[in-house]
Structure formats: structure tokens, C-alpha cells
């Protein structure tokens, strides 16, 4: 798949509701998403919704991202398999995942990541307060995943990023995926020998109804022993000139690829 192009925004304090969302947009718009599929305002949030094309032919090639922006600063975020732009609500429904309150009066970084076809991801950055917002396409899914059945997108449940969650138009009985070895503590350190970060590519999608396999990303998108190393670093891949754009500093942290 396509190595992801990194672009960086800054959203300056103090900011509105409004201004936030403008800046998500913005960022959102970077990382490869088209123009708002719809908006609307709901109360006192301000509601975007995007729309991800895998395969147009297929009943459920798109899957559908809606982001609440609440008057406290609050982000949300749900998969739907399909959207109304009337009636303004969907079928196919995830549980909607909340994220950290961002504060009006310091400055918000976007770090946009697109990566086409499989990854669109917006990671907000508030000082210690961070934000995985977007989604991921797995490129390989299991041999029964049949798009004209089930939708193939998924957004992160936590700033952990060891969870991915699809849409309710799943054929589990559960729409959250663990990412095998993200966030393990076998993935640690850098090796004591060569002072290498080992980079394990590719992230196998493991349904939490213990069934099995639920998909696979390309080599683009990896975990790594990233403990003690800094939130953005760029790592290289030994023996290779691949350099991974580090986003969770931890053990067994997510990474995605960038040259």
C-alpha cells in the first residue's frame, strides 16, 4: 500500500467550538478523506460526518465516520454502515468512543497521516492529552468477509490504540478487534545488543468474541518496541531505508510508515 504522507496543522489558543471544528476539517481533509459527506448541528454538538470508499460496487463498500464536537470540547467518534443525510442517522451503528477533553486555551497540533486506500488517520496533540481520531482499512480480511455484507473500517477505542472497532455490520458478535501485540510488554525496550527497535510490521486484527482473525494491515502500519523513546520519533527500520512515524511511545507502540 501507499506510504503515508504526513501533514502538520496547529489550531492557536484560545479557540471556539467552531474554530475546532474548522480545524478538524481541515485536518481531516489532509488526511486523504473527501469533503464533508454531511453536517449538521445537534443541541450543542457540532456534528461532521466522512465518508471512507472501499469498494463503490459493493452494498457495504463504504463505511461512514461520524465526529461530535461537543461545546465542551469534547470529541466522539462511531462507524455507521450506512448514512441518511436526512433524517440525518444510520444503520449499522458502533458504540461511540470518547475521547480526552481538550482545553480551549492551549494550542492543538494535527499530525494528519494519509495513506489512501488504508490509512486516514488524524492524531491530536494537546500538550500529555492525545487523540487518535480517523480510521484504518485493512488490506487483507478474512475469506468470508464479503463486502456486500459487512463494511471493512475501523477507528481506535482509546489513545491506547490497542483496539480497533468496526462498525455494527460485523459478522462477529462483537465489533472490537484487539491488535495483536500492541501495547505488549514483550515488545519493550530497544535490544541491548545492537541498540535496535525492532519494527514488526503488519497488524493482525483479533476479534474479541474468540473467534479468530478478523483482518490484517499491509507492512505500512507496525508495532514496535518503542519504551522509553518520544511520541513522533521517526524510526528506522534496520537494513532497509523504511522509516516509521512512531505514535504510541510504549511498549509494543503503533507506528506507520512514512518513507
Known amino acids: 500500500?501507499?506510504?503515508?504522507?504526513?501533514?502538520?496543522?496547529?489550531?492557536?489558543?484560545?479557540?471556539?467550538?467552531?474554530?475546532?471544528?474548522?480545524?478538524?476539517?481541515?485536518?481531516?481533509?489532509?488526511?486523504?478523506?473527501?469533503?464533508?459527506?454531511?453536517s449538521y448541528t445537534s443541541g450543542t454538538d457540532l456534528i461532521l460526518v466522512y465518508e471512507f470508499v472501499v469498494d463503490a460496487s459493493k452494498t457495504f463498500g463504504k463505511t461512514y465516520l461520524r465526529v461530535r464536537i461537543s461545546n465542551t470540547f469534547i470529541i466522539y467518534q462511531q462507524l455507521y454502515a450506512t448514512w441518511n443525510t436526512v433524517s440525518k442517522t444510520g444503520t449499522g451503528s458502533s458504540s461511540e468512543v470518547t475521547y480526552s477533553t481538550l482545553l480551549n486555551n492551549v494550542n492543538v497540533t494535527f499530525n494528519a497521516l494519509n495513506a489512501t486506500s488504508e490509512t486516514r488517520l488524524i492524531l491530536v496533540t494537546q500538550g500529555t492529552t492525545f487523540l487518535p481520531l480517523g480510521m484504518i482499512v485493512p488490506t487483507t480480511m478474512r475469506n468470508s468477509w464479503n463486502l456486500n455484507s459487512y463494511t471493512n473500517g475501523y477507528i481506535f477505542t482509546s489513545n491506547m490504540m490497542t483496539v480497533l472497532r468496526s462498525s455494527g455490520q460485523t459478522q462477529y458478535s462483537s465489533a472490537d478487534n484487539d491488535i495483536a501485540l500492541s501495547g505488549s510488554s514483550r515488545l519493550g525496550t530497544a535490544n541491548v545488543v545492537d541498540n535496535e527497535r525492532d519494527v514488526l510490521s503488519g497488524l493482525i486484527l483479533l476479534n474479541q468474541s474468540n473467534t479468530g482473525f478478523a483482518g490484517k494491515t499491509s507492512d505500512d502500519i507496525a508495532v514496535i518496541s518503542a519504551s522509553g523513546s518520544t511520541r513522533y520519533d521517526v524510526i528506522l527500520r534496520t537494513g532497509t531505508s523504511q522509516q516509521y512515524l512512531l505514535i504510541n511511545n510504549g511498549s509494543g507502540g503503533l507506528a506507520v510508515r512514512i518513507v
Open 1 to 38: 500500500m501507499a506510504v503515508a504522507t504526513r501533514t502538520i496543522t496547529t489550531l492557536s489558543a484560545p479557540f471556539t467550538q467552531a474554530q475546532l471544528s474548522t480545524a478538524l476539517q481541515t485536518a481531516f481533509t489532509n488526511a486523504g478523506f473527501s469533503s464533508l459527506f454531511d
